[in-house]
C-alpha cells in the first residue's frame, strides 16, 4: 500500500478523481491546476527571512521533521513555503514575532557555547531545539514562539502534497464512510483540509 | 392593481407582473419560491447578494490544501479587516469565505459588553450553502412549552398542525436517520443513516446502559443517503463522504437552495430570480392595508427600484428580515410594518452552546474508519422530558462524534525528529467529544432595533442588537458541562476534559424570534399561518417567526412553516381573502 501510495502522482489523482465524477465536473471546475509548494522554486531566495534566518529555519525544519523512508520537511519545500506565508500571509506582528524568535533561539545557542545555531553540531543542536521544545509544554512557559513555530512547520509538511498523500494518506472523493476497517501494522493517518484552521 | 402609499417615493417604474414577491433565497426563500411556484403562482425571487451558479461557482471544491494559496489560510490582516466576526465560525476559512459576508461592508452594532456574532451569508442560496445540516423536528413538548412555563407568548400551532409539513420538507429534502420513538424528537420520513463507528457503538451502549432515559443516535442530517427519483431529477446524487459541504457540492449531496428548492422553482417555469437587490422595506398601501410591494436598493450601482405583487413573503434571515420591517415606516405603522404589537425586533434567541467534554476511548485501537462523514452523532434532550428539573426550565441536546485523531495532535504533543514523525504517521488514539446545544428563553429585553445614527452604504439604519445569556441560560450551561463529564465517564473514557467556553450570543448561527407567531395581535406579529396579524398579504417564514427556540436545530422547522405558510397563502389568495 505504502508503495501504491508513493507511485501516486499528481496526474494519476487528477486522474482518478475526474472518473469518480463520471466526467460531470471539469478538472479546471476542481481546480487542480494551481500548486502553493509547487510554484516556488527549489533554489529561489527567500522574500521574507534574510538567508541566515532562512537557512536557521530550514535546519530546524528539517530536525522536526527529517526525511527518513520518507520526504522530510526539506524535502516538501516547507521552508520556502513558511517563507511565503511570513511574506504574504503573516501580519506584520507575526512578521516580527519569527524574526525575533529566530534571533533568540541563536542567542541559546550562543549561551551554550557555540558561536551561533548554525555553527552548532547536529547534536547540540537537537538538544537545543529538545530543550526549547520541553519548554513550550511546561507548566509555567512564558516562550510560545518554538510551539509556534514547530506548529508552523508541521502545517507546512502536512499540507504538501507530499505529506498529505506520501506521508499520511488522502481521499479527495471517499465515496463511501466504512466506519470500522481493521489496521494494518504500517496503516498510515488520513490526512483531511482543516477548517478555520488557527495556525 | 393597487397604488403605493404616500411616502412612496421610489422612481423608477414598478413592475406589477408578479403574484408573489419572495426576500431572500436561504432555506426559507428557497421553500418558499418552489412552493408558490409549484402552486402556480409567478413569483420574483430578490436576493440581496451576487448571483451563485450551482457546480460552477463553487471555485475551492475538491481543491487540497497544497492547491490554496496559503495552504487553506486566509492571511492574517485580511481576516483582521474584513471579517473579524465571520472568522468566528467554524465553517470560516479560505476554502468558503467567499460565502460569508464582509464585516467591514456589513456593520452591525452591540452594546461593549453584549457581543453578538452575525454570522451571514449574501449570496444567491443565502447560507443554505453554509448550514451543518442537522435536521429535527420539533415535538408536543416544544410547542406547549411556552404555555406551561410563562415564558414568551403560547405557540399558536401545535406539533400535530405542523407533522404533514415536515412529512413534506423531510420528502423532499433528503434527511437520512434512524428512526428512534423518542417523544421529544419525533421520527420522520428518513433516508438510512450513517454508519456509527465502533467506538461510537460502545459510547452508545455503554450510555445507555448508565442512563435508560438517555439515547445516543445518529445524527439526522441533510445529505442524500439513498436518493429518491425526484432527487436524482433535480440532478442530485447519494454523498460522496468528502465532508467540505460548505465549499458547495457539485454532487447536491447536501440541501441547499442551489442543489433542491430552486432547481425545482425553476423548472415550474414561474420563478423570476433577481441577485444584487437589496429590499430596503415593504411598501405598504393603507387604502387596502396590504404590502403592495418592496423597495430595492441595487446592491452595485445603489439605484432605487420598486417591484410590486399580491403576495410578499418575507425571508431574508431572521436579522435580515426583522430590519427590512423596522425601516417599511408608514403613517398606520410609524415603528415597523405589521408592528402594532411593538414585538417586533424582541424577544431575540439563539441556542446557548460552546460548552461541552471530550475525552480518550481506550478501545479499538487495531480499528480506522475510511470516509469524512458529513454529519456526527446526536444525543437529545433529556432534561425537563418525564422529570422537572429545578435547575432550570427547558433542555439540551448534543452533537458528537468518535474520531482518531492525525497528524495536527503534533501541535500538543513533545517531541521533534524521527520518533516524533514516525508516530504522527499512525492515526492517534481514539477521541470522543461532544458539545451542548441548549433552549433560550424568549425574553423580551434581548431585541435589535436601527440606529438612529449609522446606515451601511445602501442607506440601511444599521441593525443594534442587545442580546445576552441569563439567569436559566447560565444555569444551564452548567448542567450541560456537568451532564457531558458525567456521560463520558459513564461511556468509558479517560482523560476527560470539560470546555467551559460558552459561545457568544448568535454564534450557533440558530438567531430567531423576532417577529413571532402567537394567537393575540397585541402581543405577536405574526399569526398560526405566519401571516402579519395587521397585514394579510405579508408572510414572514424564516426564523424570525418562531416563538420558542427549543433546543434542536431550527432549520427543519423554517422549511415546514415555509411551506405550510405558501400553501395558506396561496389558498387564501383563490378565495380571495388576501
Same mark, same amino acid.
Given at each position: 500500500?505504502? &508503495?501504491?501510495?508513493?507511485?501516486?502522482?499528481?496526474?494519476?489523482?487528477?486522474?482518478?478523481?475526474?472518473?469518480?465524477?463520471?466526467?460531470?465536473?471539469?478538472?479546471? #471546475?476542481?481546480?487542480?491546476?494551481?500548486?502553493?509548494?509547487?510554484?516556488?522554486?527549489? &533554489?529561489?531566495?527567500?522574500?521574507?527571512?534574510?538567508?541566515?534566518?532562512?537557512?536557521?529555519?530550514?535546519?530546524?525544519?528539517?530536525?522536526?521533521?527529517?526525511?527518513?523512508?520518507?520526504?522530510?520537511?526539506?524535502?516538501?519545500? *516547507?521552508?520556502?513555503?513558511?517563507?511565503?506565508?511570513?511574506?504574504?500571509?503573516?501580519?506584520?506582528?507575526?512578521?516580527?514575532?519569527?524574526?525575533?524568535?529566530?534571533?533568540?533561539? &541563536?542567542?541559546? *545557542?550562543?549561551?551554550?557555547?557555540?558561536?551561533?545555531?548554525?555553527?552548532?553540531?547536529?547534536? #547540540? #543542536?537537537?538538544?537545543?531545539?529538545?530543550?526549547?521544545?520541553?519548554?513550550?509544554?511546561?507548566?509555567?512557559?512564558?516562550?510560545?514562539?518554538?510551539?509556534?513555530?514547530?506548529?508552523?512547520?508541521?502545517?507546512?509538511?502536512?499540507?504538501?502534497?507530499?505529506?498529505?498523500?506520501?506521508?499520511?494518506?488522502?481521499?479527495?472523493?471517499?465515496?463511501?464512510?466504512?466506519?470500522?476497517?481493521?489496521?494494518?501494522?504500517?496503516?498510515? *493517518?488520513?490526512?483531511?483540509?482543516?477548517?478555520?484552521?488557527?495556525? | 392593481?393597487?397604488?403605493?402609499?404616500?411616502?412612496?417615493?421610489?422612481?423608477?417604474?414598478?413592475?406589477?407582473?408578479?403574484?408573489?414577491?419572495?426576500?431572500?433565497?436561504?432555506?426559507?426563500?428557497?421553500?418558499?419560491? @418552489?412552493?408558490?411556484?409549484?402552486?402556480?403562482? @409567478?413569483?420574483? $425571487?430578490?436576493?440581496?447578494?451576487?448571483?451563485?451558479?450551482?457546480?460552477?461557482?463553487?471555485?475551492?471544491?475538491?481543491?487540497?490544501?497544497?492547491?490554496?494559496?496559503?495552504?487553506?489560510?486566509?492571511?492574517?490582516?485580511?481576516?483582521?479587516?474584513?471579517?473579524?466576526?465571520?472568522?468566528?465560525?467554524?465553517?470560516?476559512?479560505? =476554502?468558503?469565505?467567499?460565502?460569508?459576508?464582509?464585516?467591514?461592508?456589513?456593520?452591525?452594532?452591540?452594546?461593549?459588553?453584549?457581543?453578538?456574532?452575525?454570522?451571514?451569508?449574501?449570496?444567491? +442560496?443565502?447560507?443554505?450553502?453554509?448550514?451543518?445540516?442537522?435536521?429535527?423536528?420539533?415535538?408536543?413538548?416544544?410547542?406547549?412549552?411556552?404555555?406551561?412555563?410563562?415564558?414568551?407568548?403560547?405557540?399558536?400551532?401545535?406539533?400535530?398542525?405542523?407533522?404533514?409539513?415536515?412529512?413534506?420538507?423531510?420528502?423532499?429534502?433528503?434527511?437520512?436517520?434512524?428512526?428512534?420513538?423518542?417523544?421529544?424528537?419525533?421520527?420522520?420520513?428518513?433516508?438510512?443513516?450513517?454508519?456509527?463507528?465502533?467506538?461510537?457503538?460502545?459510547?452508545?451502549?455503554?450510555?445507555?446502559?448508565?442512563?435508560?432515559?438517555?439515547?445516543?443516535?445518529?445524527?439526522?442530517?441533510?445529505?442524500?443517503?439513498?436518493?429518491?427519483?425526484?432527487?436524482?431529477?433535480?440532478?442530485?446524487?447519494?454523498?460522496?463522504?468528502?465532508?467540505?459541504?460548505?465549499?458547495?457540492?457539485?454532487?447536491?449531496?447536501?440541501?441547499?437552495?442551489?442543489?433542491?428548492?430552486?432547481?425545482?422553482?425553476?423548472?415550474?417555469?414561474?420563478?423570476?430570480?433577481?441577485?444584487?437587490?437589496?429590499?430596503?422595506?415593504?411598501?405598504?398601501?393603507?387604502?387596502?392595508?396590504?404590502?403592495?410591494?418592496?423597495?430595492?436598493?441595487?446592491?452595485?450601482?445603489?439605484?432605487?427600484?420598486?417591484?410590486?405583487?399580491?403576495?410578499?413573503?418575507?425571508?431574508?434571515?431572521? $436579522?435580515?428580515?426583522?430590519?427590512?420591517?423596522?425601516?417599511?415606516?408608514?403613517?398606520?405603522?410609524?415603528?415597523?410594518?405589521?408592528?402594532?404589537?411593538?414585538?417586533?425586533?424582541?424577544?431575540?434567541?439563539?441556542?446557548?452552546?460552546?460548552?461541552?467534554?471530550?475525552?480518550?476511548?481506550?478501545?479499538? /485501537?487495531?480499528? =480506522?474508519?475510511?470516509?469524512?462523514?458529513?454529519?456526527?452523532?446526536?444525543?437529545?434532550?433529556?432534561?425537563?422530558?418525564?422529570?422537572?428539573?429545578?435547575?432550570?426550565?427547558?433542555?439540551?441536546?448534543?452533537?458528537?462524534?468518535?474520531?482518531?485523531?492525525?497528524?495536527?495532535?503534533?501541535?500538543?504533543?513533545?517531541?521533534?525528529?524521527?520518533?516524533?514523525?514516525?508516530?504522527?504517521?499512525?492515526?492517534?488514539?481514539?477521541?470522543?467529544?461532544?458539545?451542548?446545544?441548549?433552549?433560550?428563553?424568549?425574553?423580551?429585553?434581548?431585541?435589535?432595533?436601527?440606529?438612529?445614527?449609522?446606515?451601511?452604504?445602501?442607506?440601511?439604519?444599521?441593525?443594534?442588537?442587545?442580546?445576552?445569556?441569563?439567569?436559566?441560560?447560565?444555569?444551564?450551561?452548567?448542567?450541560?458541562?456537568?451532564?457531558?463529564?458525567? $456521560?463520558?465517564?459513564?461511556?468509558?473514557?479517560?482523560?476527560?476534559?470539560?470546555?467551559?467556553?460558552?459561545?457568544?450570543?448568535?454564534?450557533?448561527?440558530?438567531?430567531?424570534?423576532?417577529?413571532?407567531?402567537?394567537?393575540?395581535?397585541?402581543?405577536?406579529?405574526?399569526?398560526?399561518?405566519? /401571516?402579519?396579524?395587521?397585514?394579510?398579504?405579508?408572510?414572514?417564514?424564516? +426564523?424570525?417567526?418562531?416563538?420558542?427556540?427549543?433546543?434542536?436545530?431550527?432549520?427543519?422547522?423554517?422549511?415546514?412553516?415555509?411551506?405550510?405558510?405558501?400553501?395558506?397563502?396561496?389558498?387564501?389568495?383563490?378565495?380571495?381573502?388576501?
Amino acid at each position: 500500500m505504502a &508503495d501504491n501510495r508513493t507511485h501516486l502522482t499528481r496526474r494519476t489523482a487528477i486522474k482518478g478523481a475526474v472518473a469518480l465524477l463520471g466526467g460531470t465536473l471539469t478538472t479546471a #471546475q476542481l481546480g487542480l491546476l494551481g500548486n502553493s509548494f509547487a510554484a516556488i522554486a527549489e &533554489d529561489a531566495s527567500p522574500r521574507f527571512l534574510c538567508p541566515k534566518q532562512f537557512t536557521m529555519l530550514s535546519r530546524i525544519a528539517d530536525l522536526i521533521i527529517p526525511e527518513t523512508d520518507t520526504a522530510g520537511a526539506l524535502g516538501v519545500g *516547507a521552508p520556502h513555503f513558511i517563507d511565503m506565508m511570513l511574506a504574504d500571509w503573516a501580519s506584520p506582528q507575526r512578521q516580527a514575532e519569527y524574526v525575533a524568535g529566530l534571533d533568540s533561539i &541563536d542567542v541559546r *545557542a550562543r549561551d551554550a557555547g557555540a558561536s551561533s545555531f548554525l555553527a552548532s553540531t547536529t547534536e #547540540q #543542536q537537537m538538544v537545543l531545539l529538545r530543550a526549547l521544545d520541553n519548554e513550550f509544554f511546561a507548566e509555567h512557559s512564558t516562550d510560545p514562539f518554538f510551539g509556534v513555530l514547530k506548529k508552523m512547520v508541521l502545517f507546512a509538511y502536512y499540507s504538501s502534497e507530499i505529506g498529505a498523500t506520501v506521508e499520511l494518506r488522502f481521499q479527495r472523493i471517499p465515496g463511501d464512510y466504512l466506519p470500522c476497517v481493521p489496521m494494518a501494522d504500517d496503516s498510515h *493517518a488520513w490526512f483531511w483540509s482543516q477548517y478555520n484552521y488557527a495556525l | 392593481m393597487r397604488g403605493f402609499g404616500a411616502n412612496t417615493t421610489m422612481p423608477s417604474e414598478i413592475s406589477n407582473d408578479f403574484d408573489a414577491i419572495v426576500v431572500g433565497s436561504g432555506i426559507s426563500g428557497g421553500w418558499a419560491a @418552489k412552493e408558490l411556484t409549484e402552486r402556480g403562482l @409567478k413569483v420574483l $425571487l430578490l436576493e440581496r447578494g451576487r448571483n451563485v451558479t450551482h457546480r460552477q461557482d463553487y471555485v475551492t471544491e475538491g481543491k487540497a490544501a497544497w492547491e490554496m494559496p496559503y495552504a487553506g489560510q486566509i492571511p492574517e490582516s485580511l481576516t483582521e479587516s474584513d471579517y473579524a466576526v465571520q472568522n468566528q465560525c467554524y465553517a470560516f476559512s479560505d =476554502y468558503t469565505k467567499h460565502f460569508f459576508v464582509n464585516d467591514r461592508e456589513n456593520p452591525y452594532a452591540t452594546p461593549d459588553n453584549k457581543p453578538f456574532s452575525w454570522i451571514r451569508g449574501h449570496q444567491l +442560496g443565502g447560507r443554505s450553502l453554509l448550514w451543518h445540516r442537522h435536521s429535527y423536528r420539533l415535538s408536543a413538548l416544544d410547542f406547549e412549552a411556552n404555555k406551561l412555563d410563562g415564558h414568551g407568548t403560547d405557540w399558536p400551532i401545535r406539533y400535530k398542525d405542523l407533522a404533514p409539513w415536515y412529512d413534506h420538507a423531510e420528502n423532499f429534502a433528503g434527511i437520512s436517520g434512524s428512526h428512534e420513538g423518542l417523544s421529544q424528537l419525533p421520527d420522520g420520513v428518513f433516508q438510512p443513516p450513517f454508519p456509527m463507528n465502533c467506538v461510537e457503538k460502545d459510547i452508545k451502549k455503554n450510555i445507555e446502559a448508565a442512563f435508560p432515559d438517555r439515547k445516543l443516535i445518529m445524527g439526522r442530517v441533510a445529505h442524500l443517503t439513498e436518493p429518491t427519483k425526484e432527487q436524482i431529477a433535480l440532478g442530485r446524487s447519494r454523498c460522496m463522504n468528502r465532508d467540505e459541504c460548505q465549499r458547495g457540492c457539485s454532487f447536491g449531496a447536501y440541501f441547499s437552495s442551489l442543489s433542491a428548492t430552486l432547481p425545482a422553482a425553476n423548472r415550474t417555469g414561474n420563478l423570476t430570480t433577481v441577485t444584487d437587490a437589496v429590499v430596503d422595506s415593504v411598501i405598504y398601501d393603507s387604502d387596502s392595508n396590504r404590502a403592495s410591494g418592496v423597495r430595492v436598493v441595487d446592491a452595485n450601482n445603489h439605484e432605487h427600484r420598486s417591484y410590486g405583487a399580491r403576495l410578499v413573503f418575507l425571508c431574508a434571515s431572521t $436579522l435580515g428580515t426583522t430590519q427590512i420591517m423596522l425601516n417599511s415606516t408608514s403613517e398606520r405603522f410609524p415603528n415597523g410594518i405589521a408592528n402594532s404589537s411593538g414585538t417586533l425586533g424582541r424577544y431575540l434567541m439563539d441556542h446557548i452552546g460552546g460548552v461541552g467534554a471530550s475525552g480518550v476511548f481506550p478501545g479499538h /485501537q487495531d480499528m =480506522y474508519d475510511a470516509g469524512r462523514r458529513g454529519g456526527g452523532l446526536y444525543l437529545p434532550r433529556f432534561r425537563n422530558v418525564m422529570d422537572k428539573d429545578e435547575r432550570f426550565l427547558r433542555g439540551f441536546g448534543y452533537q458528537g462524534g468518535a474520531y482518531r485523531s492525525s497528524w495536527s495532535r503534533g501541535n500538543n504533543t513533545p517531541g521533534i525528529g524521527i520518533d516524533f514523525k514516525a508516530a504522527l504517521q499512525r492515526p492517534g488514539p481514539w477521541t470522543f467529544d461532544m458539545v451542548g446545544f441548549g433552549e433560550m428563553l424568549p425574553d423580551e429585553r434581548n431585541h435589535v432595533r436601527l440606529s438612529k445614527k449609522n446606515k451601511d452604504s445602501w442607506g440601511m439604519p444599521i441593525l443594534e442588537i442587545d442580546c445576552e445569556h441569563r439567569e436559566n441560560e447560565l444555569a444551564m450551561f452548567d448542567a450541560i458541562a456537568a451532564d457531558a463529564e458525567e $456521560l463520558l465517564n459513564a461511556a468509558g473514557l479517560t482523560d476527560i476534559s470539560v470546555n467551559q467556553d460558552k459561545a457568544a450570543p448568535g454564534l450557533m448561527i440558530h438567531e430567531m424570534g423576532t417577529a413571532r407567531m402567537g394567537h393575540d395581535p397585541k402581543t405577536s406579529v405574526l399569526n398560526k399561518f405566519n /401571516q402579519a396579524h395587521d397585514v394579510p398579504n405579508l408572510f414572514v417564514t424564516d +426564523g424570525s417567526a418562531m416563538t420558542s427556540s427549543a433546543c434542536q436545530n431550527p432549520s427543519l422547522t423554517y422549511m415546514a412553516l415555509t411551506a405550510r405558510a405558501a400553501a395558506a397563502a396561496v389558498e387564501m389568495l383563490q378565495e380571495g381573502k388576501l
